[in-house]
C-alpha cells in the first residue's frame, strides 16, 4: 500500500461518533493550514502542541468530514517518527501503557504482561514494534492520529489498538 493511504474503517466510526460536529472557531483562516489537508511538518507540529496541551485535535483536525464511513490518512514516515519519538500512548482504561524512546527503544506494559521492553521502527510506512511479548505480536501498522488518539491499523486495514497520545515518558 502506498505511502499516505488512506483507511476505511467501520470500526472508526464508533471511535469518531461523538466527534462528527468539528466546525472551525470564527471566520478567522488559521496562521498554519491545517493538518492533514495540507500535511506540512509545520501544521502538524501547531497540531501536536494543541493536543499535548490538552486540546483534543484543534476544532476538529485530523477528522475528514464525516459520511457513511469514515476516512483517516495514514501518517507519513516523517509524521510517524515525529509523534512517538519521546512520548507514550496509554489505553483508556490504563491497562496498556507504552513509551516509545527517541532512540528507538519501546518499554512498558499491555495488560498483565509487565515490563515489556523492546525496540520500534520506520519501515515502508508501517510503524513496527518488537516487544519481548509471548502474548501480543504487534509487528508493522499503518498509524492514524484521530483528534489525540493514536489508531494502529494492520496492513489489511483493520484496526488493531487506539489509545491516547501523551507527551513524554508517562508512569
Known sequence: MKKGAKFICAAAVALSAGLATAVYAGDKKPA???????????SFDVLLDKVFSGDPG????????????VSFPALSEAE???????????SDDGTSLLYFGADGSVEGFIESEKNLKGTWTIQNGLLCLDLNTTKYKIGCNYTALIIDRVVFFKPNGKARFNGLIKQGKVK
Open 58 to 69: 484543534g476544532d476538529g483536525w485530523g477528522v475528514l468530514d464525516m459520511a457513511p464511513v
Open 80 to 90: 510517524i517518527k515525529r509523534l512517538f519519538a519521546g512520548n507514550s500512548i496509554r
Open 32 to 42: 498554519v493550514e491545517p493538518w492533514p489537508e495540507s500535511r506540512s511538518a509545520e
